[in-house]
């Protein structure tokens, strides 16, 4: 029997459900549906660097891709992978480092966390410092919301890998957010600067950082308590938030900064609370009230660096300046006592306005003869009874901002902590603005120091305060407690609420609220409101 037919039959057979098994996988194969995903790495622009998507367990899932030379990229992920958690990884290439402008830096790894289900198509993934900072702490074990929270904690901010940044070091046209994001990322490059280290160095930085959040808290230790240093072994310093918040601000005002940012568009750098100078950790303790324009009071705890010793009878000087889109600005000061705890001092601000967005930064140095530690306050508006009020003199006058002719000098009248009630005692700490940059602002009493609008000083001779509570009917003198301090007992009428006016002359001439000549009841007093009894 000739089977060659049959064998033929059998081939075709065969050959058929190759081809149809075949058909079958090509078409699954090119049927998976995928997501398409963007994004900047950001450590400058990184040129050439490699972009990978890993899931949790760290199987590659998607990439690699390779950036264009502003940085970004375009990604295709398996969509049913976007279900679980994802890791974005950035490596190679090259950078220019934004605070030394060093070009061709090697881009070591920067890293992004996206939660499952947070991507879509057209979706951004910001590849950068905070964004990798962020990720190695969901790697160590915290949640998402956990890692965010202690990030902004450590820098003051949240970071927000949805958006597209704008380049600090690069004009652009962008939003204020985006240009949030790349003044952020610079500021790490100043970091890293700021401690010495080459611009190679950041990455090991960006580990190290991660590491001493591992315990939630930024303090130069890490889970354990063990020292944080650097894969090549610089140590972490112990107030690393509060360098942050000097870098961010010493880019903020560099010319390498090409963001347009102004202090008033910018979020507050953090307020760390412990800085460390060459001899003395530093610590601002606040008072039971925070910040606030007006009277603000507080303590600074001042210790050894060598062995942890209370640092006792130091002379301290504060400097307050507040940093605003076109100008800067001091704020008067009360002088600095040592209280009974040793190493412990008692501090006193007047702060003239309140910081935020729209205003600008308050910054705080603190001196210890040569030494300066440097804080950076948030300032809140004043609520409640009036806390500052201002006259001004009459032909009493100091250089103009304009840099030309004269302005009237003004008289700050603070409340300085009064107590109201049945029967209330009222203070004030007065100063005068005594330049005409406003950066001086000596207390005033009889024998206060001031200067005109030529610098030539003169002594106050003679000064009075008086105060009244029944619209000017009765007046009451103040008593000079110390520079600048004035106080009178025995108030009535301020149980409920009410109002305390205010005048003061100095070597015969009345200040005005207006700085011209003083009329009897309209312009020549000050005025208090009490809104409710304290």
């Known amino acids: 029997m000739n089977s060659r037919p049959y064998n033929h039959i059998k081939l075709a057979i065969v050959i058929c459900l190759s081809i149809i098994s075949f058909g079958c996988s090509s078409s699954s194969d090119t049927s998976t549906a995928t997501t398409s995903v963007s994004g900047v790495v950001l450590a400058g622009p990184a040129s050439g660097s490699s972009v990978s998507v890993k899931n949790a367990a760290g199987t590659v899932v998607a990439g ?24 974005f990884e950035a490596s190679g290439g090259n950078f220019p480092d934004e ?33 990798t900072i962020v990720q190695k702490l969901v790697a160590g074990g915290k949640t998402r919301a956990a890692a965010e929270t202690i990030f902004a904690a450590a820098f003051g901010y949240t970071p927000d890998c949805s958006i597209k940044p704008a380049f600090a070091t690069i004009s652009s046209v962008s939003t204020t957010s985006q240009r949030l994001i790349g003044l952020r990322a ?16 950041q990455f090991e930085l960006i580990q190290a950082l991660a590491d001493d959040l591992s315990d939630g808290v930024m303090d130069g230790l890490k889970t354990g308590g063990t020292a944080v240093t650097t894969a090549s072994g610089t140590a972490i310093p112990a107030d690393l938030d509060n360098a942050f918040a000097k870098a961010l601000m010493t880019f903020q005002a560099s010319s390498l900064n090409k963001s ?64 605003m889109p076109s100008m800067t600005h001091s704020a008067p000061v009360d002088a600095v006592v040592e209280s009974s705890t040793p190493g412990t001092y008692d501090c006193s601000v007047y702060y003239l306005m309140a910081s935020g967005p729209g205003m600008g930064i308050w910054e705080l140095k603190v001196m210890i003869g040569m030494e300066t530690a440097t804080f950076y306050p ?46 209330s005692t009222f203070k004030l700490f007065i100063a005068a603005a005594d330049d005409s940059m406003m950066m001086k602002f000596p207390a005033v009493s009889a024998g206060s120091t001031l200067h005109n609008e ?11 305060v008086e105060a009244s509570t029944d619209n ?54 000050a005025t208090f409101t009490v809104v409710a009894e304290m």
């Open 186 to 201: 610079a500021a790490f490059s100043q970091l890293t600067k700021d401690l010495g280290l080459t611009p190679a160095k």
């Open 99 to 131: 605070a030394t402008a060093t070009t061709g830096v090697v881009l070591a790894t920067l890293t992004a966390h996206a939660s499952a289900g947070s991507l879509t198509s057209g979706s951004n993934v910001t590849i950068d410092p905070s964004s």
């Open 260 to 323: 347009k940012l102004t202090t008033d568009k910018i979020d507050a750098p953090p307020f760390a609370q412990k800085a460390l100078t060459a001899s003395y950790i530093v610590e601002y303790v606040p008072g039971m009230i925070a910040a606030t324009q007006g009277k603000t009071s507080f303590k600074i705890k001042l210790s050894n660096r060598n062995d942890g010793s209370a640092a006792t009878g130091k002379a301290i000087t504060l400097m307050p300046k507040m940093y």
């Open 378 to 423: 948030p300032v809140a508006m004043a609520m409640g009874t009036t806390n500052r009020a201002a006259l001004k003199g009459v032909n009493d006058v100091i250089g103009s901002m304009m840099g030309m002719g004269t302005s009237k000098r003004t008289y700050y009248l603070f409340n300085d902590s009064s107590t109201f009630g049945m029967s």
């Open 472 to 525: 000017g009917s009765t007046w009451n003198s103040l008593t000079s407690a110390a520079t600048g301090h004035w106080s009178v007992s025995g108030l009535t009428g301020l149980a409920a609420g009410g109002t305390v006016k205010v005048r003061v002359v100095i070597d015969g001439e009345q200040k005005t609220t207006d700085g011209t000549a003083a009329v009897a009841g309209t312009n020549d007093f």
């Open 454 to 464: 030529m610098n030539v000083a003169r002594t106050v001779a003679s000064m009075t």
């Open 64 to 87: 690699p891709v390779t950036t264009a030379a502003d940085g970004s990229y375009t990604i295709a992920v398996q969509t049913s992978f976007l279900t679980s958690d994802l890791i």
